[in-house]
Structures are given as structure tokens and as C-alpha cells.
């Protein structure tokens, strides 16, 4: 039995806890009726988006460790990480200075959060896609 199959299947199971977490970002964007509700959706689950992105990016560090691979999809996998934490913390500052009363800034923020899920999920496909093909 090997002493790094319990690792690699919380990596994946976190992975995919972390698109589904992005997919329901993208429905309470789309369809919550007041810009409150998504800031109160955002405010429970911000943490626990950084707390999965940072068990997947944990669990990938051992398992690259334990069997000395590191490769270019290990690299992009790294970066695609960084990156969807950099984006979400860039999503929360912008999210957290904008008023009940600024309209505009509402639905500006709607569609800038949108883009952010947007290739989140597109970098976690095409990271997934690369690994399982190399």
C-alpha cells in the first residue's frame, strides 16, 4: 500500500470541492435578487475557498515531495494556484469597499466577479486536463 494514497485522493477530492465551490460563486452571482446576499454568501465562503485552495496546494507540495517530481505540469499547477488565490483576494478587496447604494458599482462588480470564476474554472480544467494527459 502505498503511503501516498490518501494524500493524492484529498488533492483531488479538494480540487473538485474547489470547482463546485467556484460554480456556486457563478449561481449566486447570476441569480441572487440583492447585491447583500451575495455579500453575506461571499463572507461565509471566502475562507473556506482559501482553506481548500490551500489544502490542495498542501497535499500537491507532499505528494510532489514524496516522489521527487517536479515537472512542468507540477510548476503550472503551482502557478494556477497562486493565482486563483491572488484573484480571490483581489475579488474580496473589491467586493468589501462597495456601498448599498452604489448601483453601479454593484453590477460592475457582478461582472468583474463573473470573469474572476470564470477563469478560475477554466485554469483548474486545463491544469486537470494537462495532468491527467502527461
Given at each position: 500500500m502505498d503511503i501516498m494514497n490518501a494524500p493524492v485522493q484529498l488533492h483531488i477530492?479538494?480540487?473538485?470541492?474547489?470547482?463546485?465551490?467556484?460554480?456556486?460563486?457563478?449561481?449566486?452571482l447570476n441569480f441572487s435578487s440583492t447585491f447583500l446576499k451575495i455579500q453575506k454568501s461571499y463572507k461565509i465562503t471566502t475562507p473556506l475557498f482559501h482553506f481548500i485552495n490551500a489544502v490542495i496546494a498542501y497535499t500537491g507540495a507532499i505528494v510532489s515531495a514524496y516522489r521527487l517530481d517536479i515537472s512542468w505540469t507540477v510548476m503550472l499547477m503551482i502557478i494556477v494556484?497562486?493565482?486563483i488565490m491572488i484573484t480571490e483576494i483581489k475579488r474580496y478587496k473589491k467586493q468589501r469597499v462597495i456601498?448599498?447604494?452604489?448601483?453601479?458599482?454593484?453590477?460592475?462588480?457582478?461582472?468583474?466577479?463573473?470573469?474572476?470564476?470564470?477563469?478560475?474554472?477554466?485554469l483548474l480544467v486545463v491544469a486537470y486536463i494537462l495532468f491527467v494527459i502527461f
Open positions: 477530492i479538494a480540487v473538485f470541492l474547489l470547482f463546485g465551490l467556484i460554480c456556486f460563486h457563478i449561481y449566486k494556484s497562486l493565482f456601498l448599498s447604494t452604489q448601483k453601479q458599482l454593484q453590477k460592475s462588480f457582478k461582472t468583474y466577479a463573473t470573469k474572476i470564476a470564470i477563469s478560475q474554472i477554466l
